[in-house]
């Protein structure tokens, strides 16, 4: 397997514009994990699926953030309309129930 | 989550061992104590975790004390390429439990 796909992997676009993050986890996994992480607040969950289901948003910063897993293969994080504070890697994550977590390379955002 | 506790930063000799301790005094009898580790600019990679015995796979091994209040990750033979910060997470046993928190974690420096 090619481990979680992420793509992009680098984004730059302009406050107010709408960036849309996507992620392909592990084929077999049930479990589906957004994370950011930020220099000054470190890793932080921002939402998690279990069987396509959002299990726990609370992490999502505010109703700019929206993510949605359709199927079992795909999941995407969306900004609208993006802020420069929301600069950020992005990590999805994918694991078999309570499994341990296998991560993706990260998608590099920048918003200007 | 049972709250953990690990120092800031570390230092370790290339080819000497390198032990990580963590606290977590508040850990219930059966949550697991996970290890991961962040590579500057990659995703957290999953390392090991422990319930009671001590565990060894082909990156680490796992000391947990009689008591699990605090462990020890050990990487027997520290590599330039084990530069990295480690974290211990003690997920909780429940529905957010599927989850993990990433506190500050140790940052490790191997050097030649």
């Known amino acids: 397997d090619a481990g979680v796909i992420q793509s992009p992997r680098h984004e730059v676009t302009e406050m107010g514009q709408e960036v849309t993050l996507r992620c392909k986890p592990i084929?077999?996994?049930?479990?589906l994990f957004w994370y950011r992480q930020t220099m000054m607040r470190g890793l932080e969950l921002l939402i998690y699926?279990?069987?396509?289901?959002?299990?726990?948003d609370s992490g999502m910063p505010e109703d700019r953030f929206s993510a949605k897993m359709p199927n079992a293969s795909f999941s995407t994080l969306k900004i609208q309309p993006s802020e420069p504070r929301d600069s950020a890697v992005y990590f999805c994550?994918?694991?078999f129930g309570r499994g341990y977590k296998y991560f993706g390379a990260g998608t590099r955002l920048s918003v200007l | 989550d049972a709250k953990t506790t690990q120092p800031t930063s570390m230092d370790c000799a290339e080819g000497r061992a390198a032990n990580l301790p963590c606290n977590h005094s508040?850990?219930?009898?059966?949550?697991?104590v996970y290890w991961y580790r962040q590579i500057h600019s990659q995703g957290p990679q999953y390392i090991i975790h422990?319930?009671?015995n001590n565990e060894t796979n082909e990156m680490a091994s796992l000391i947990i004390t009689e008591d699990r209040k605090s462990s020890t990750l050990i990487l027997p033979h520290a590599t330039l390429r084990d530069t990295a910060v480690y974290y211990c997470?003690?997920?909780?046993?429940?529905?957010?439990?599927?989850?993990?928190?990433f506190g500050k974690g140790t940052s490790l420096l191997v050097t030649p």
């Open positions: 994550a994918s694991s």
């Open positions: 084929s077999g996994h049930n479990s």
């Open positions: 699926f279990n069987n396509n289901v959002p299990i726990d």
């Open positions: 422990g319930l009671k």
């Open positions: 997470i003690v997920p909780a046993n429940s529905n957010s439990g599927y989850a993990l928190n």
């Open positions: 508040t850990i219930s009898g059966n949550e697991y």
